[in-house]
Nanobody
Framework: QVQLVESGGGLVQPGGSLRLSCLAS????????MAWYRQAPGKQRELVAT???????NYAVSVKGRFTISKDIPKYTGYLQMNSLRPEDTAVYYC???????????????????WGQGTQVTVSA
């Protein structure tokens, strides 16, 4: 079973920076797409950034030019570098991975969607 563990969240002042990490582990898998979502209190979860297997990136309009998504394949880790943070960036940030994974119980390969537990980012003076 693939597990995702996020880290790097915290409290930062407006204009500051944070780097989130997402470590994928467990089982046998190939990552196709890695993404970061966020959910602010009282709001729906929204897509922040994605990076595909070939390195193509996409960003939400609200974070373009401030956030950078990247990945380190040998380390099975993805990153979200967040600069020039604003109070409206405050949210729980979730890592999402779409992977082609081997399921031990059924001895089969398939496409699966995995989520991390989330990490809180608070931007406040």
């Amino acid at each position: 079973q693939v597990q995702l563990v996020e880290s790097g969240g915290g409290l930062v002042q407006p204009g500051g920076s944070l780097r989130l990490s997402c470590l994928a582990s467990g089982g046998i898998f190939n990552i196709n797409t890695m993404a970061w979502y966020r959910q602010a209190p009282g709001k729906q979860r929204e897509l922040v950034a994605t990076i595909t297997k070939d390195g193509t990136t996409n960003y939400a309009v609200s974070v373009k030019g401030r956030f950078t998504i990247s990945k380190d394949i040998p380390k099975y880790t993805g990153y979200l570098q967040m600069n020039s943070l604003r109070p409206e960036d405050t949210a729980v940030y979730y890592c999402n991975v779409k992977a082609f994974a081997f399921v031990q119980s059924s001895q089969t390969w398939g496409d699966y969607d995995y989520w991390g537990q989330g990490t809180q980012v608070t931007v406040s003076a």
